[in-house]
């Protein structure tokens, strides 16, 4: 089993820039792809970016492409959401999501929340 938790979430002004952590435990961390996933209020939790268990490849959303950057140290069992460019749309709940690409088991952290203002 593996253990995620987010953090690094806060409050920021428009164009401002976050960085946000995904710390897990388990067994072996390089066996997961990661990804990051957000949830505003009232809608559906929605894909974000997701890094390969090697990360040599790594997949964004049209909507933050070009303003997010995710990558991972698996020396540190952490993966990372640098945020740029942030605009008030940004705001949810941002979850890290690990998941295991020989069983494809998955698991979720509690969630962060980002709030950008305008």
């Known amino acids: 089993q593996v253990q995620l938790v987010e953090s690094g979430g806060g409050l920021v002004q428009a164009g401002g820039s976050l960085r946000l952590s995904c710390a897990a435990s388990?067994?072996?961390?390089?066996?997961?792809?990661m990804g990051w996933f957000r949830q505003a209020p009232g809608k559906e939790r929605e894909f974000v970016a997701d890094?390969?268990?090697?990360?040599?490849?790594?997949n964004y959303a049209d909507s933050v492409k070009g303003r997010f950057t995710i990558s991972r140290d698996n020396a540190k069992n952490t993966v990372y959401l640098q945020m740029t460019s942030l605009k008030p749309e940004d705001t949810a709940v941002y979850y890290c999501?690990?998941?295991?690409?020989?069983?494809?088991?998955?698991?979720w952290g509690q969630g962060t929340q980002v709030t950008v203002s305008s």
């Open positions: 999501n690990g998941m295991n690409v020989r069983t494809y088991r998955y698991y």
């Open positions: 388990g067994r072996t961390f390089s066996s997961y792809a």
């Open positions: 890094i390969s268990e090697s990360g040599g490849m790594t």
